[in-house]
């Protein structure tokens, strides 16, 4: 969400910002909006001015003994007025807020410009894909052989892009979670959270999913929506509250199963289960200081990376250019894991700095040190720390043997008594 005061101030800035969205110039409309609300604001003012006057004048002609007739007769009809005026001053707010809550926030000046995927810039990576001395299979092939995923099972029950895992998989999915949240509770400080899994829809707004993206989503015969990802209930925890600087930064962490209807991907990544309607993901959410948001991005990103480092993928780093980057993000980072059955790099982790665009939806401030006062939005960041049945493909494809088994990563080993090779008989 923008603040309108900046747009008031840069309409040339907010709209270049725009452009580089490969957007239109908004700041017109946008203020031609704004305008009309403020009018009306005034004019409502200026009737409860009249009234107050006409009221003390009714009491003055009262006392004098003199015939207020007239004047009360104005102040019903202020009143009246006053209540439709107030009702269109409503409406005009409404609008200009709906208008504002559909724009996407503006990108940091260092994030490339490009239209699609295509300018995405790679920044690192890390480990040379592994050569195989067989053609290496895809993970539905190598799971379906071995017996312990079930994608036909799957489809009798909830229909297409669901997944059944069995046995050993189940088994080194559940693992893959487990690991990550180990690894970033006790080395990077994150604070685990068991979330609500539903929400309201003030909750998916705070975070910029509604209502721009209500498609995207699945929503219960009760109003409630199933989160599409952690990020929503995680980042709400400060909706509507003012935090102390000194307890900023916030790191908290989760792992949730997110619900996802993926409109628009009809015909993208229908074998297998890189792209489901029901996964899940290891989520990390950082609350900063304006300050501090920069570098937490930097640091949110090699936790990440060091989910895939510790268990030996390949994988690049990429900065997300202006025509690729998400609605409520001015900056973010995707961690892409080399999967050899597809002979390319696939995307396993997202990270996002939004500024105060979500704080402001979200009316989360905190205050700083020496202001008793003042307070200003906090900064909110959100990552995947990583998506674990992106993770569970990625072992599975990189760690696959020419017999079809599928070696266990050393790191996970613990997690699964000693386990060092998944095979059909496991």
Not at 77 to 92: F, H, I, P, V, Y
Not at 190 to 207: C, H, I, M
Not at 360 to 379: N, S, Y
Request: proline residues 4%.
């Amino acid at each position: 969400m923008y603040d309108i005061r900046w747009i008031r101030e840069e309409p040339e800035a907010f709209d270049a910002a725009l452009k580089r969205r490969g957007l239109a110039a908004l700041s017109g409309e946008i203020l031609a909006l704004d305008a009309k609300r403020r009018e009306a604001q005034t004019a409502l003012q200026t009737m409860q001015t009249r009234r107050n006057e006409a009221s003390k004048a009714i009491g003055e002609a009262k006392r004098k003994g003199e015939d207020a007739a007239a004047l009360m007769a104005e102040v019903a009809g202020l009143k009246d007025r006053m209540a439709a005026a107030e009702e269109g001053e409503r409406q005009l707010a409404a609008k200009l807020q709906e208008r504002l809550s559909t724009i996407p926030n503006a990108t940091l000046p260092d994030v490339p410009e490009g239209a699609d995927e295509t300018a995405n810039v790679e920044l690192r990576r890390h480990l040379e894909p592994r050569r195989f001395n067989f053609a290496p299979k895809e993970h539905f092939e190598l799971g379906e052989a071995l017996g312990m995923l079930d994608f036909e099972a799957a489809a009798k029950l909830s229909g297409a892009r669901f997944t059944v895992m069995r046995g050993q998989l189940a088994r080194l999915h559940r693992a893959l979670a487990q690991f990550m949240l180990d690894l970033h509770t006790t080395e990077h400080g994150y604070t685990e959270v068991a979330p609500p899994f539903l929400v309201r829809d003030e909750v998916l707004y705070g975070t910029g999913q509604l209502p721009k993206f209500a498609e995207d989503l699945f929503r219960t015969t009760h109003g409630l929506w199933l989160i599409p990802t952690a990020e929503v209930p995680l980042t709400n925890l400060v909706a509507d509250a003012i935090v102390a600087a000194e307890e900023l930064p916030i790191r908290v962490t989760a792992l949730t199963p997110c619900f996802r209807s993926e409109a628009g991907s009809a015909g993208r990544d229908t074998r297998g289960m890189l792209r489901q309607h029901q996964f899940e993901k290891v989520e990390l959410v950082s609350i900063t200081t304006p300050e501090q948001s920069a570098d937490e991005l930097e640091r949110m990103v090699g936790c990440a990376e060091t989910v895939l480092k510790r268990l030996e993928l390949p994988h690049r780093t990429m900065v997300l250019s202006t025509g690729d980057i998400g609605f409520a993000a001015m900056k973010t980072y995707d961690v892409e894991v080399w999967l050899p059955g597809q002979d390319a790099y696939r995307e396993i982790s997202s990270c996002s700095n939004c500024g105060d665009f979500q704080a402001r939806r979200m009316k989360a401030r905190f205050r700083p040190v020496g202001d008793e006062k003042g307070t200003r939005h906090v900064h909110t960041l959100n990552g995947s720390g990583v998506a674990v049945g992106r993770c569970l493909i990625a072992v599975m494809e990189n760690y696959q043997q020419a017999d079809g088994s599928i070696a266990v990563p050393a790191a996970l080993r613990p997690y699964l008594g000693g386990l060092e090779v998944i095979a059909a008989h496991g």
